[in-house]
């Protein structure tokens, strides 16, 4: 019987990621290292790297999502938007912002009751953005 430790995961997304960080602006990765490390006192908060929903579509904008899990199961996905056009600086300057707003929606997904949270998993709803 052997015993997995996470080593950690390679990074698969380097090569996919290199060509953005033209003209100064922020690359996706570099956006979600930032997002993480700024919530990484919330730890109900789970950045999904590799998560692509793009029902949305938005190409003017990277997408961050984050999902948040309850005790009895229930997970959120919470996502944050950040204009691609930004630069890595201007995302460090907004970026007390985006954490604060997304530690409010954890939070306030703590604060429902878990019978809430069983209702919103049967009913399939999932938070979308703002
Ligand atoms: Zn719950």
Redesign the pocket.
């Known amino acids: 019987m052997g015993i997995e430790l996470d080593k950690g995961l390679p990074e698969e997304s380097s090569a996919a990621t290199a060509r953005s960080s033209n003209n100064g602006e922020a690359g996706l990765e570099e956006i979600q290292n930032l997002l993480r490390e700024a919530v990484a006192d919330e730890p109900a908060l789970t950045i999904l790297k590799g998560f692509k929903l793009d029902f949305s579509a938005n190409k003017d904008f990277h997408k961050v999502f984050f999902s948040v899990r ?5 997970a959120a996905l919470l996502s944050v938007e950040v204009a691609r056009s930004k630069t890595l600086p201007q995302v460090s300057e907004a970026l007390p912002e985006l954490a604060r707003r997304l530690k409010a929606k954890s939070r306030q997904f703590a604060g ?3 019978d809430m ?2 209702r919103m998993r049967i009913g399939g709803a999932t938070q979308a953005a703002p």
Do not use: D, L, N
């Open positions: 309850c005790e009895c199961g229930t429902m009751s878990c949270h069983t």
